[in-house]
T-cell receptor, first 113, second 112 residues
């Protein structure tokens, strides 16, 4: 059983650019959630995907968007990057229903200059 | 507005000491999870508690879910340097989808 993987590990961008982050869910999991974790803080929920559709969204602007593919992997896209977007972006996979236990990937560290 | 408040924010103790971390909210959660996170890595799930009043033990770690499902605690007995890390509680709100609301985190340092 493979765990959650994310790519790339680190990324440096400049203000105004666009970025795509990728996540492969744990084997057997059909739900993917994305979180933003600023330095020294707990993760903040961005959105969740189930069956290739956005299933719920946190308090993030529309320039944060995502996709889920038939194999349950997912992408997070951020347009018009701002300095405050610098953070660790975490992907978590889970099985819809049950105790809602989510399993996290190692994250992508995004730095916006 | 932070839905889940953790205390203390920082804790520095000696090996062998006991400690308790608290996670409090005014919201009711359908379940609550505790994670530990190492620097530069994603959170690792330690436990999920579901029933009000539930107590779960994981070796030297004891987790309790409040009777009203609004709060939780993590107690570590005889802490070891390997317990060092960021401890996060996360509540699942009954929103119709699996949204985790994370606490502010407790950074624990256990010195030899």
């Amino acid at each position: 059983e493979t765990g959650v993987t994310q790519s790339p590990t680190h990324l440096i961008k400049t203000r105004g650019q666009q970025v795509t982050l990728r996540c492969s869910s744990q084997s057997g999991h059909n739900t993917v959630s994305w979180y933003q974790q600023a330095l020294g803080q707990g993760p903040q929920f961005i959105f969740q995907y189930y069956r290739e559709e956005e299933n719920g969204r946190g308090n993030f602007p529309p320039r944060f968007s995502g996709l889920q593919f038939p194999n349950y992997s997912s992408e997070l896209n951020v347009n018009a990057l701002e300095l405050d977007d610098s953070a660790l972006y975490l992907c978590a996979s889970s099985l819809r229903g049950g105790t809602h236990s989510q399993f996290f990937g190692p994250g992508t560290r995004l730095t916006v200059l | 507005t932070q839905l889940l408040e953790q205390s203390p924010q920082f804790l520095s103790i000696q090996e062998g000491e006991n400690l308790t971390v608290y996670c409090n909210s005014s919201s009711v959660f359908s379940s609550l999870q505790w994670y530990r996170q190492e620097p530069g890595e994603g959170p690792v799930l330690l436990v999920t508690v579901v029933t009000g009043g539930e107590v779960k033990k994981l070796k030297r770690l004891t987790f309790q879910f409040g009777d009203a499902r609004k709060d939780s605690s993590l107690h570590i007995t005889a802490a070891q340097p390997g317990d060092t890390g960021l401890y996060l509680c996360a509540g699942v709100l009954n929103t119709g989808f699996q949204k985790l609301v994370f606490g502010t985190g407790t950074r624990l340092l256990v010195s030899p």
